[in-house]
């Protein structure tokens, strides 16, 4: 019993401000930080030491963690354009208040400060939800604040002196165009590329690696047709030319009219593409594999045996 009143007296002492200010240090979870610091008698410095000892590598682990959720945000000024994508761990931080922010901040910042790489970007001046004064500051705040892992994945700045179309759907794909001609034509093409997903251009630019691998995968299955060796090369041949049609931008059919081809449009609209970027959140990310309401609750759960 008398045991009972001192564990509530220290547990007392141990305010929310004093574990958030430990979590954001470890990035160990929220009752490890509070069962450290009742043990370190409110002592920070040595709740960090009792974290790091127990946990061992498991005390960063939030910096450890998939980052396969998030948004894509783009920002334009004149003939300048960016296009960013910020991850996270859940989709339910994506849809955060101060991380769609955070994000909307980091296009703006690329678009205004063009830094060479995300490390450059991550050094760059930002002040936001009491947070700074750097990007990354700004990053590590939020983690801490959220109480998730976050990372700048990726960013493409477009400067060609062309003018620009932006198409946002939702927050998980986004697609920048430069162009030259009719404003409306290109707004639906940078729709037409959200929508259809190409990877090129134009058929000459889809990437080597992709063309094989499509060659391969049709030359396997042209091989259990059983048919003569001549066939088989015209049928390889015809699924290459119907893939490079499919992910070719310029090849695409129309998604507003598909009697036309993109290529057909933009003639009619005497517009002509020069560069796209498209983003989809977390392409080419390995997701977790882990099921996250599980996670949930057994963090529930321990909170409750605490």
Do not use: W
């Amino acid at each position: 019993m008398h045991s009972d009143i001192v564990e509530k007296m220290d547990m007392a002492n141990i305010t929310a401000g004093m574990v958030k200010e430990l979590r954001e240090k470890t990035d160990a979870p929220m009752m490890e930080c509070k069962k450290a610091l009742i043990e370190a008698d409110g002592d920070a410095v040595k709740a960090e030491e009792i974290l790091r000892v127990k946990l061992g590598n498991k005390a960063g682990k939030a910096a450890e963690r998939i980052t396969a959720e998030g948004v894509v945000s783009a920002y334009t000024a004149g003939s300048v354009g960016a296009i960013v994508e910020l991850n996270c761990e859940t989709d339910f931080v994506s849809k955060n208040e101060s991380f769609i922010q955070f994000a909307e901040s980091l296009a703006k910042l690329v678009v205004e400060k063009n830094p060479a790489d995300v490390a450059a970007l991550s050094a760059l001046p930002l002040a936001m939800d009491t947070f700074g004064p750097t990007v990354e500051d700004v990053r590590k705040g939020l983690i801490g604040k959220i109480g998730e892992n976050m990372s700048i994945r990726r960013f493409q700045r477009h400067d060609g002196g062309t003018k620009l179309a932006k198409y946002l759907h939702g927050t998980r794909i986004g697609a920048i165009v430069e162009f030259e001609g009719d404003e409306q034509a290109a707004a639906d093409v940078a729709m037409q590329i959200a929508a259809m997903k190409p990877k090129a251009l134009s058929a000459d630019l889809v990437p080597a690696e992709l063309v094989e691998q499509e060659r391969r995968i049709a030359e396997q299955k042209a091989a259990e047709s059983g048919r003569p060796a001549d066939i088989l090369t015209k049928m390889v041949e015809g699924s290459v030319k119907k893939f490079l049609k499919e992910v070719s931008l310029l090849d695409q059919v129309f998604v507003k009219d598909d009697k036309l081809t993109v290529s057909e449009m933009l003639k009619k609209s005497n517009t002509s593409i020069k560069a796209f970027t498209l983003y989809v959140v977390g392409e080419g990310v390995e997701k977790k594999s882990d099921d996250f309401a599980a996670e949930v609750a057994a963090q529930v759960a321990a909170a409750q045996k605490a």
